[in-house]
Structures are given as C-alpha cells and as structure tokens.
C-alpha cells in the first residue's frame, strides 16, 4: 500500500524516531500526571449508579436525564 510505504520510509529517518519517540513519552507523562492530580472518582458527587444496557444493545449511562 502507499501509506504504507510512505510511512516506512518516514520512520527511516533516525531523527523522526526520535521525535515520535519523546511525543509519545510527553503524552504518557502528560496523561499520568493528570490521572495522578485528579481526584477520586465521583468526588464531592452522590454514589455513581450502575450502568445497565438499553433496549437497543448498548450500554446508556443511567446518571444521565
């Protein structure tokens, strides 16, 4: 395929691994950070409700009205 073939000769290129590399590390780190700065879940909410299936299949959240 193309893209494929472009995207294999893109990552030939030793420096653009290397800056893919760090955005991902950023993101993973960015993501953890905010994970670790969040609070528990529900915090300051009344007790989360179970989330149940509709008549259609899929899953509704029932906290929504």
């Known amino acids: 395929m193309i893209v494929q073939r472009v995207l294999s000769r893109l990552l ?9 590399k760090a955005l991902g ?7 953890a950070w905010r994970i670790a ?5 529900n915090a300051g909410n009344a007790p989360a409700r179970p989330v149940a299936n509709n008549h259609h ?9």
Request: glycine share 6%; hydrophobic share 45%.
């Open 25 to 31: 590390s950023a993101c993973l780190l960015w993501l």
């Open 12 to 20: 030939a290129l030793s420096s653009l691994q290397t800056a893919l």
């Open 37 to 41: 700065r969040s609070g528990p879940p």
């Open 57 to 65: 299949g899929s899953v509704v959240d029932q906290n929504v009205t």
